[in-house]
């Protein structure tokens, strides 16, 4: 039972019509041909498969900014907020965390902090993991207040294939480091534009896991080694 409990994992509830969607689809793939129907049922558990939602347990040392995506890190360099957010118009560091099909797609916030500005804004649909999606794409964008005074801004990014932005919270909530927060359907990515002063500790390539790898330390530069 224990065993089973590895390798089956809970579904968010934003899942559930498409999953049911997938069965339903396989069924009538069954009254058509049987190989069809199993491939119906692969696909089935491919969708329950992206919409897990496993419980994560964030490090317990204050002072971090955690990953808010599973994927791996494609960038890491200077960039400008988005405008919409309202925050100052200099160029910060900003890790991109790219999100294939397979990643779980719920998504956490990197630090502990008041969400002061959630600002959505249409666009393409290009490849997530190519720089310019960070402009050019349909994406949702959050500005969290820390209890230091800073701001971070945390960038939900459509993709390629992904067609569905989710965001679960609200302006004026406080969220603490590693709660959930939105999700994307089907492969996108995620910016972390960190404060001014703030460094990465992470490289390009490396796997992340949201809410537990720490990507930066909000206090000394470099005085932190990321881990998961």
Excluded at 122 to 143: H, I, V
Excluded at 153 to 177: D, N, P
């Amino acid at each position: 039972m224990q065993m089973l409990g590895t390798f089956i994992k809970p579904m968010h509830p934003e899942g559930i019509r498409f999953v049911a969607i997938f069965a339903a689809v396989s069924v009538g793939l069954f009254l058509l041909a049987e190989p069809l129907g199993w491939i119906g049922v692969g696909l089935t558990v491919w969708c329950y498969y992206f919409f897990r939602d496993p419980e994560r347990v964030p490090p317990e040392r204050p002072g971090l900014v955690l990953s808010p995506a599973d994927g791996v890190v494609s960038l890491i360099e200077k960039a400008v907020p988005p405008a919409e957010l309202g925050l100052p118009s200099q160029p910060l560091t900003r890790v991109s965390v790219f999100m294939n099909v397979f990643n779980c797609h719920v998504n956490r916030v990197p630090v502990t902090g008041e969400i002061t500005a959630i600002a959505y804004r249409p666009g393409k649909f290009l490849n997530a993991s190519l720089d310019k999606a960070s402009a050019d794409n349909e994406r949702n964008s959050l500005a969290i207040r820390m209890p230091d005074g800073r701001d971070l801004a945390v960038v939900q990014i459509a993709g390629l294939v992904a067609r569905r932005i989710v965001c679960f919270t609200e302006i004026g909530r406080t969220l603490q480091a590693g709660d959930r927060f939105g999700l994307i359907r089907f492969g996108s990515r995620l910016d972390v534009y960190l404060p001014e002063g703030v460094d990465p500790l992470v490289s390009i390539g490396q796997t992340m896991v949201a809410g537990e790898t720490v990507i930066a330390s909000l206090g000394t530069s470099g005085e932190a080694n990321a881990e998961t």
